[in-house]
């Protein structure tokens, strides 16, 4: 980007499934686009998952190529690995200072060989995979990245410049330094998304005490096509498991956890239903249930809620499957002490009322959508308000639902509250269909 300050119509933060579709909207209509994301790629979380429900189609098939057409929009500028500083109104305009973070390496000369990645001696955590493998402290984030550039994680980096020396074109800069830049726009759409609940917050579940519980986004890069195995393995012994648990609703429509281990907002109570962990966790059974067809897989649940058009028949479909459901309250996950890596699992029937327990060899915990509302902190001359639950409040639900507190500023996707993806598309449209009229609007 020139150092001269440009204008744009539109600013979107996020680029998630819900940021590019309003992204792509927009372009579509010939306003010239902003596209802001944090990360060293856009697809968010979606590039991570296997299938989606209730179809079973192939995830990374439908937003790879969402992926590349908004990375070659003529109308659509990408800034990757970049922070939002400060958004002030004045005139009509936001002004938006934004921080480009250093990759170190040249976006320009890099040619996504990998050579800097098989010469790096450093191995560290493989965040795309949920910690479950590892990548050298030059990679690319993900073997479907857009764009595939390298980036060098400097808090492990120990200057041995073995992939300086195999990188043919020069891309390795290690002088980078962070680039601040100021646009204005006309208007602003936020599809910043949401966070997971962390299994380590309820922690009679044994999350990272016991390796083989698992939250349910490392189960979906297990049976993912780009997963890290060729098998489903569970952790602590690289064993085909026999039989798997799901524990629905860890985290959400939870009351018990407001100050349970001081770790404050995160996991605080969250009376909410997150909408998607039942039929997350189905879909996962039945890719289990072709992928381990001998094994025994159960899901714990308070209640199914299948509330979307095929969800119901999605569910019955599971159970036809051989599928077994127990509705019952889990209230603690104990390692045996055989040293076989199996849990036992203590839960509720809710049916009896009885105390009961079941052995397992993995769990896996479906965990609950949180609010991701950090963005509300940039805006320092409007305040960003907030819903009871924590996620940017819709002003006008019925009407206009991606309408926020701030005149220009809308809401899209998962950032307004919980959403399965064909609603948080939807939404992305209703939000670029508002941010166009508004252009319009101050014409």
Same mark, same amino acid.
């Given at each position: 980007m020139p150092e001269n300050k440009k204008t744009f119509d539109a600013l979107v933060v996020g680029g998630g499934i819900a940021g590019q579709e309003a992204a792509l909207s927009l372009a579509n209509m010939d306003y010239k686009v902003l596209l802001v994301e944090k990360e060293l790629s856009i697809g968010g979380k979606m590039i991570q998952l296997s299938k989606v429900f209730p179809t079973l189609d192939c995830a990374a098939c439908i937003t790879t190529p969402k992926m590349s057409e908004t990375?070659?929009?003529?109308?659509?500028?990408?800034?990757?690995?970049?922070?939002?500083?400060?958004?002030?109104?004045?005139?009509?305009?936001?002004?938006?200072?934004?921080?480009?973070?250093?990759? /170190?390496?040249?976006?320009?000369?890099?040619?996504?060989?990998?050579?800097?990645?098989?010469?790096?001696?450093?191995?560290?955590?493989?965040? /795309?995979?949920?910690?479950?493998?590892? !990548?050298?402290?030059?990679?690319?984030?993900?073997?479907?990245?857009?764009?595939?550039?390298a980036a060098i994680d400097m808090n492990h980096c120990i200057h041995c410049k073995k992939c300086e020396k195999v990188c043919e074109p020069k891309a390795i800069d290690y002088e980078m330094q962070p680039k601040n830049i100021n646009i204005e726009t006309k208007t602003v759409i936020i599809a910043t998304g949401f966070n997971l609940f962390k299994g380590e917050n309820k922690p009679q579940y044994g999350f990272?005490?016991?390796?083989?519980?698992?939250d349910a986004m490392q189960m979906d890069r297990l049976i993912a096509p780009t997963r890290p195995y060729n098998a489903v393995l569970r952790p602590s012994d690289g064993k085909v498991?026999?039989?798997?648990?799901?524990?629905?609703?860890?985290?959400?429509?939870?009351?018990?956890?407001?100050?349970?281990?001081?770790?404050?907002?995160?996991?605080?109570?969250?009376?909410?239903?997150? !909408?998607?962990?039942?039929? /997350?966790s189905i879909k996962q059974a039945q890719l289990l249930m072709g992928a381990l067809p001998l094994a025994d897989i159960t899901i714990y649940y308070m209640d199914i809620r299948a509330f979307g058009k095929g969800y119901e028949e999605f569910f019955q479909q599971s159970k036809g499957m051989g599928v077994n459901f127990i509705k019952g309250k889990v209230a603690k996950i104990n390692q045996k002490d055989d040293n076989s890596g199996d849990l036992i699992l203590r839960y509720e029937d809710v049916t009896t009322g009885a105390l009961k327990e079941a052995n397992h060899d993995l769990v896996v915990l479906s965990v609950g959508v949180l609010p991701n509302n950090g963005i509300t902190k940039v805006f320092t001359d409007d305040k960003l308000e907030l819903d009871n639950q924590g996620f940017i409040k819709s002003i006008d639900e019925l009407v206009s639902p991606s309408l926020t507190s701030i005149d220009g500023v809308f809401v899209a996707g998962t950032a307004a509250g919980p959403k399965d993806i064909p609603d948080s598309i939807l939404s992305a449209g209703s939000a670029a269909s508002e941010a166009a009229s508004y252009i319009n609007s101050t014409l």
């Open positions: 990375a070659r929009h003529p109308n659509i500028q990408l800034l990757l690995n970049t922070d939002i500083m400060e958004i002030t109104k004045n005139n009509g305009l936001f002004n938006v200072n934004l921080t480009i973070q250093p990759t /170190y390496v040249n976006p320009d000369l890099c040619t996504g060989c990998q050579l800097c990645e098989w010469a790096c001696p450093v191995v560290i955590v493989d965040k /795309y995979n949920n910690n479950m493998v590892g !990548q050298k402290a030059i990679s690319i984030a993900f073997s479907l990245a857009n764009p595939k550039v990272k005490k016991f390796p083989n519980v698992i498991p026999d039989k798997i648990a799901y524990v629905l609703c860890t985290g959400s429509r939870d009351s018990s956890l407001e100050n349970a281990i001081g770790c404050g907002a995160e996991c605080s109570n969250n009376p909410i239903c997150s !909408q998607i962990c039942c039929m /997350y």
